[in-house]
């Protein structure tokens, strides 16, 4: 069965960081387009950070760059999404997700796995 699992969020004061992970089974990580995606309270799902197959080229959510990274362990076949210096706009529900391949990092109708969504929320 092809599935993604996410884990990692929680409440987090404004400042700090968290790091959450989204484990894969029944297929391999490493060759898919990965990327993490928010929902933010009472808005539409965006894309955040978005990597090609290769690891090469990326995008970010303006709001994210300099404080947001993604990465893989092929070995775990786990991604990452490591959240520093976060902000309350940060606040919402993020989503793991994997495509074969797309043509646009983040437009999410391409990703054709996703995971459930984990909770983050930044607050003092």
């Known amino acids: 069965q092809v599935q993604l699992v996410e884990s990692g969020g929680g409440l987090v004061q404004p400042g700090g960081s968290l790091r959450l992970s989204c484990a894969a089974s029944?297929?391999?990580?490493?060759?898919?387009?990965i990327g993490w995606f928010r929902q933010a309270p009472g808005k539409e799902r965006d894309g955040v950070l978005c990597?090609?197959?290769?690891?090469?080229?990326?995008y970010y959510e303006d709001s994210v760059k300099g404080r947001f990274t993604i990465s893989r362990d092929n070995a775990k076949n786990t991604m990452y999404l490591q959240m520093n210096n976060l902000k309350p706009e940060d606040t919402g529900v993020y989503y793991c997700?994997?495509?074969?391949?797309?043509?646009?990092?983040?437009?999410?109708?391409?990703?054709?796995?996703w995971g459930q969504g984990t909770q983050v929320t930044v607050s003092s």
């Open positions: 997700a994997a495509a074969i391949m797309v043509a646009t990092l983040c437009e999410q109708d391409e990703y054709e796995t």
């Open positions: 029944g297929f391999a990580l490493d060759g898919y387009f």
């Open positions: 990597i090609n197959n290769s690891d090469d080229d990326t």
